[in-house]
């Protein structure tokens, strides 16, 4: 019933762009923090950004820090990952995460979306 649905991954050159959606069904994201994860192959997952009910946003991944970046709109019911200047170690499977709470989670989010394959290559 509850569902999210990551969407854009694909194919991307090294310094290229992609913009990543998560999209809720079943349930309305205006009160919930969402998180982007990602596993790259042979590595555990990772949390990349988190942003809050209220919008804030916080970033758990340095290697993305001024590259990546976290949005929400809540009339669309979607979540946004937007991934500049991408390098080949960004490859991965990225996810998306909801917790119904005011700020970003400091234990285990509620629901996932299946995942988006990522991958920066020439």
């Known amino acids: 019933q509850l569902q999210l649905v990551e969407s854009g991954g694909g194919l991307v050159q090294p310094g290229g762009s992609l913009r990543l959606s998560c999209a809720a069904s079943?349930?309305?994201?205006?009160?919930?923090?969402i998180g982007w994860f990602r596993q790259a192959p042979g590595k555990e997952r990772e949390e990349v950004l988190c942003?809050?009910?209220?919008?804030?946003?916080?970033n758990y991944a340095d290697s993305v820090k001024g590259r990546f970046t976290i949005s929400r709109d809540n009339a669309k019911n979607t979540v946004y990952l937007q991934m500049n200047s991408l390098k080949p170690e960004d490859t991965a499977v990225y996810y998306c995460?909801?917790?119904?709470?005011?700020?970003?989670?400091?234990?285990?989010?509620?629901?996932w979306g299946q995942g988006t394959q990522v991958t920066v290559s020439s």
């Open positions: 942003i809050s009910s209220s919008g804030g946003s916080s």
């Open positions: 079943g349930f309305t994201l205006d009160y919930y923090a």
């Open positions: 995460a909801a917790v119904q709470d005011l700020y970003c989670p400091r234990g285990p989010y509620d629901y």
